[in-house]
């Protein structure tokens, strides 16, 4: 069974950096093909794909945040941690981290995310 | 790739049929996925590769079309079904997701 959970604080103020960790179990992130990504959804508002790293350390970054982000895995500790430097309130969201998974038809590979996190809020406020 | 979504909310009767749908601003192919989100909960995966029912996903969600134009269709609305509705392209690996369809109670 596949589980996420993030951690992290859940105050933070202007200009500062925010770590969030994502501890996860049931896989590897040293398996082939396997993915976490982060997501987040400001109060009221949409969802948000922010960071995707990969078993191969891979990454993908949303264009509009990649100069602020930095995603890392720690495969030990079957971790995934998300930095984002220069934090911001409308940075003020409750964020995700969700396994993703590949499904392959035909030649054909689709992918989701599959498996969430229960989300943690993440206030920016001095 | 921007997605739009439509509409942004509607109301429904318990045991209706409804349908919403979702564009993508360029061809994404089948690269479609739909999440379903309660208030205070994670997304939920319904749909992958615009028409295949996640496992565990009640038969009365359906997903089609490809390309730019894509809907999902929820047969016989039950009360559990109310919620806000999300798509998703993965066509490109920056993962957009769409604005949401919020259905609520007639």
């Known amino acids: 069974q596949i589980t996420l959970k993030e951690s992290g604080p859940t105050l933070v103020k202007p200009t500062q950096t925010l770590t969030l960790t994502c501890t996860f179990s049931g896989f590897s992130l040293t398996t082939s093909g396997v993915a976490v990504g982060w997501i987040r959804q400001p109060p009221g508002k949409a969802l948000e794909w922010l960071a995707l790293?990969?078993?191969?350390?891979?990454?993908r970054y949303s264009p509009s945040l990649k100069s602020r982000l930095t995603i890392t895995m720690d495969t030990s500790k079957s971790q995934v941690v998300l930095t984002m430097t220069n934090m911001d309130p409308v940075d003020t969201a409750t964020y995700y981290c969700a396994h993703r998974q590949e499904w392959e038809d035909s030649g054909t590979y689709m992918e989701a995310f599959d498996i969430w996190g229960q989300g943690t809020m993440i206030t920016v406020s001095s | 790739i921007q997605m739009t979504q439509s509409p942004s909310s509607l109301s429904a009767s318990v045991g209706d049929r409804v349908t919403f749908t979702c564009r993508a601003s360029l061809s994404i192919g089948i690269y479609l996925n739909w999440y379903q989100q309660k208030p205070g909960k994670a997304p939920n995966l319904l749909i992958y590769?615009?028409?295949n029912l996640q496992s565990g996903v009640p038969s009365r969600f359906s997903g089609s079309g490809s390309g730019t134009d894509f809907t999902l269709t929820i047969d016989s609305l039950q009360p559990e079904d109310f919620a806000t509705y999300y798509c998703?392209?993965?066509?490109?690996?920056?993962?957009?997701f769409g604005p949401g369809t919020k259905v609520d109670i007639k």
């Open positions: 790293i990969f078993w191969d350390d891979d990454k």
């Open positions: 590769g615009a028409s």
């Open positions: 998703q392209q993965t066509y490109s690996t920056l993962f957009t």
